[in-house]
């Protein structure tokens, strides 16, 4: 009996130390963004990994999901606390519209043995739009909102709609907002001709006060109005008591 209560003793703490002393790949963002792609251009872009574990990592491979991808990580062995890069390429050659791909690495972490990189975009024909005039074209069907008089503390939101009124992909690169008090939500980063989209703003009032004006710009592909911005009124007053 005292046998078979050391054996699962030693089972437990030999568990135990495994799950103590091990490797761990943590990658600081494991999702990236080309935006707008040439269809032929050739991106880059390195994917930081580091081993936030206790024992040595080690990355025995690095495959990708297509093979318009190379990955190839600097290197393969790091010690805890340690850092390199995966550096990804991604050649657009005979390839249109958005892109989703994937890049795994496999390793000795043994919670995480594979890990999923992403990395998305949109492939433009630039050099067709240049030839024959055949732009994406941006349009909002407003640009100006306001909310009127808004109690101090309410989150108040708007959809603003907009179209893609060109006759090629229209690809919304990236939305700003003015302040920290408001958020944008796109329904769809590309758009193809005649299709339509929308921006869910929301804004905060809390700890403001009086007239504001906040702006929301979206930045796209369109060649003659490449910024559009809408602009935010709101009154807000004193919260009741």
Do not use: W
């Amino acid at each position: 009996m005292k046998r078979i209560t050391l054996f699962f003793l030693l089972s437990f703490t030999a568990t135990l130390f495994a799950q103590i002393v091990a490797p761990r790949i943590s990658v600081k963002a494991d999702n990236h963004d080309f935006g707008t792609i040439t269809e032929g251009e050739v991106v880059t872009h390195n994917f930081e990994i580091q081993n936030t574990g206790t024992a040595e990592l080690i990355i025995s491979q690095v495959r990708a999901s297509c093979g318009c991808t190379a990955a190839k990580p600097a290197k393969m062995k790091l010690k805890p606390g340690e850092k390199t890069f995966v550096k990804v390429e991604f050649n657009s050659e005979n390839r249109l519209g958005p892109q989703e791909k994937f890049v795994y690495v496999s390793s000795n972490d043994p919670v995480n043995p594979e890990y999923k990189l992403t990395f998305t975009g949109v492939v433009v024909d630039k050099n067709l739009a240049s030839k024959n005039g055949v732009n994406p074209k941006l349009t909002l069907n407003k640009s100006t909102y306001d909310f009127g008089n808004v109690e101090e503390g309410k989150i108040v939101n708007v959809k603003i709609g907009f179209k893609n009124e060109g006759k090629s992909v229209l690809v919304i690169n990236d939305v700003k907002t003015s302040c920290g008090c408001t958020a944008a939500l796109l329904s769809s980063k590309a758009l193809k001709p005649d299709e339509s989209g929308s921006v869910r703003i929301e804004l905060d009032t809390a700890n403001r006060e009086g007239k504001l004006t906040r702006t929301v710009t979206l930045y796209s592909n369109d060649p003659q109005n490449p910024n559009q911005t809408i602009t935010l009124f709101v009154n807000i007053e004193k919260r009741k008591s």
